[in-house]
């Protein structure tokens, strides 16, 4: 069974740091292209970043210079290291496969002081 | 940035209703459009991908069309558990999702 799991979220003060991740079962996150998507509260979806199988990686301009996802093939997990983080990144951070046929349950990030 | 206009943002219907919601690509997608269906609290589920294909399990009921720049998400007859937010998405160059069309009881 597919499975997206992920965690790391929390309350961070603003300009602080946090690492999400997105532990996935039932396939191989390598062989995959994955996706960070967030939702703020209260509002629509927003796409933040991707990682392709080649390596390619691209960013929502919101999060350009801030944010940087990886993946850890031995683990079969991804990552979103997120530094400069602002309110504005308020959000729950979800995971998803592909173009969107498997997505995590999602993980809170609260930025405020 | 390939941009999307989701309308109605809000629909009232009833049990029953033939519903339609309606997304315009700012360019060509050509036929990577996405529906999802999304409950407060809950991740979005996918319903069609491809622009008109149906994901395994969910009902007939939900069909999609077009390709290019609009496409149509239709719901023959709703039902009490559809009664959500649904979101078409792009999926031709990044991604880049619909504002949400809320479907609101009459």
């Known amino acids: 069974e597919v499975q997206l799991v992920e965690s790391g979220g929390g309350l961070i003060q603003p300009g602080g740091s946090l690492r999400l991740s997105c532990a996935a079962s039932g396939f191989t996150v390598s062989s995959n292209y994955m996706s960070w998507v967030r939702q703020a509260p209260g509002k629509g979806l927003e796409w933040v970043s991707v990682?392709?199988?080649?390596?390619?990686?691209y960013y929502a301009d919101s999060v350009k210079g801030r944010f940087t996802i990886s993946r850890d093939n031995s683990k079969n997990t991804l990552y979103l290291q997120m530094n400069s983080l602002r309110a504005e990144d308020t959000a729950v951070y979800y995971c998803?496969?592909?173009?969107?046929?498997?997505w995590g349950q999602g993980t809170l990030v609260t930025v405020s002081s | 940035d390939i941009q999307m206009t989701q309308s109605p943002s809000t629909l009232s219907a009833s049990v029953g209703d033939r519903v339609t919601i309606t997304c315009r690509a700012s360019q060509s997608v050509s036929i990577w459009l996405a529906w999802y269906q999304q409950k407060p609290g809950k991740a979005p589920n996918l319903l069609i991908s491809?622009?008109?294909s149906l994901e395994s399990g969910v009902p007939s009921r939900f069909s999609g069309s077009g390709s290019g720049t609009e496409f149509t998400l239709t719901i023959s007859s709703l039902q009490p558990d559809d009664f959500a937010t649904y979101y078409c998405q792009q999926y031709n160059s990044y991604w880049t999702f619909g504002q949400g069309t809320k479907v609101e009881i009459k």
């Open positions: 990682f392709y199988t080649g390596g390619g990686t």
């Open positions: 998803a496969r592909e173009w969107g046929k498997a």
């Open positions: 491809k622009a008109s």
